[in-house]
């Protein structure tokens, strides 16, 4: 006979794809973050692999494409097919959050509110992102409602970044790209962060703990632990938004 799972595990439908190897770095974050000693112990994840949906940084800064619809076609998908919970491991994605959440009924997980709240115990931390995550402000807010100064890239550095993120996007995983990246990221060291927010999924696959003075909070992890205390009842779903139709 077949064991059945944990009744207080939740099903996790995840919004995936946004790139294709930050979803995997992301699935293999929230296994290492499960206390398992059997299959059956795991989260049951349900993953909508997408790479279509498209560009969120063109969606923000020049309307260029929608990815609000696709995500929320996605998301109720998730949902119809037995998903308890929807987490999305992109962070720039949740600027069209509210697309998401206008169809479901289940609570969506905030990569961003949860690494926010996770910096709460600094004055100010650096953070890392695309342009498009930047100029959405959805960081500016919830570090702001955590009572958290955001330290900026400028220009020239969210230049190099998206440089970077193409190039991890494309395979490009060495050593030369890591350095550049922790470049960049001591530079919000040198004007006064504290710690450093890995606002983009890419980022980890590129830059690590070891490689910096200061800590790096990993937007990644932080969402592959949290997907796992939600899912196993060690956090109050309750607290969570739920869809406009709850």
């Known amino acids: 006979m077949t064991a059945s799972p944990p009744s207080s595990s939740l099903t996790v439908g995840v919004l995936g794809g946004m790139g294709p190897d930050a979803t995997v770095d992301f699935m293999a974050k929230v296994l290492a973050a499960t206390p398992a000693s059997a299959d059956?112990?795991?989260?049951?994840?349900?993953?909508?692999?997408?790479?279509?949906?498209?560009?969120?940084?063109?969606a923000i800064l020049a309307r260029d494409g929608e990815p609000g619809p696709v995500l929320a076609q996605m998301a109720k998908q998730l949902q119809d097919g037995g998903a308890d919970i929807i987490v999305m491991p992109c962070n720039t994605a949740h600027a069209f959050q509210q697309d998401?959440?206008?169809?479901?009924?289940?609570?969506?997980?905030?990569?961003?509110?949860?690494?926010?709240?996770?910096?709460?115990?600094?004055?100010?931390?650096?953070?890392?992102?695309?342009?498009?995550?930047?100029?959405?402000?959805?960081?500016?807010?919830?570090?702001?409602?955590?009572?958290?100064?955001?330290?900026?890239?400028?220009?020239?550095?969210?230049?190099?970044?998206?440089?970077?993120?193409?190039?991890?996007?494309?395979?490009?995983?060495?050593?030369?790209?890591?350095?550049?990246?922790?470049?960049?990221?001591?530079?919000?060291?040198?004007?006064g962060a504290q710690a450093v927010i890995a606002g983009c999924t890419e980022i980890p696959l590129v830059l690590d703990q070891s490689m910096l003075d200061v800590p790096l909070v990993s937007s990644t992890d932080i969402l592959a632990e949290a997907t796992v205390a939600y899912a196993l009842g060690n956090k109050d779903l309750n607290q969570k938004r739920q869809g406009s139709k709850a």
Request: aromatic share 4%; net charge negative; glycine share 6%.
């Open 40 to 58: 059956q112990d795991h989260v049951h994840m349900l993953i909508d692999h997408n790479p279509h949906v498209p560009d969120r940084t063109r």
């Open 100 to 191: 998401i959440e206008a169809v479901l009924d289940v609570p969506f997980v905030s990569i961003i509110d949860e690494t926010a709240a996770a910096c709460a115990q600094f004055e100010a931390v650096g953070l890392l992102a695309t342009r498009g995550c930047l100029a959405s402000g959805i960081y500016d807010a919830a570090l702001s409602a955590a009572g958290v100064r955001a330290v900026m890239p400028d220009d020239a550095e969210t230049t190099a970044f998206m440089e970077l993120t193409t190039r991890i996007k494309a395979g490009e995983s060495g050593a030369e790209v890591g350095a550049r990246m922790q470049q960049l990221a001591n530079a919000l060291v040198a004007r």
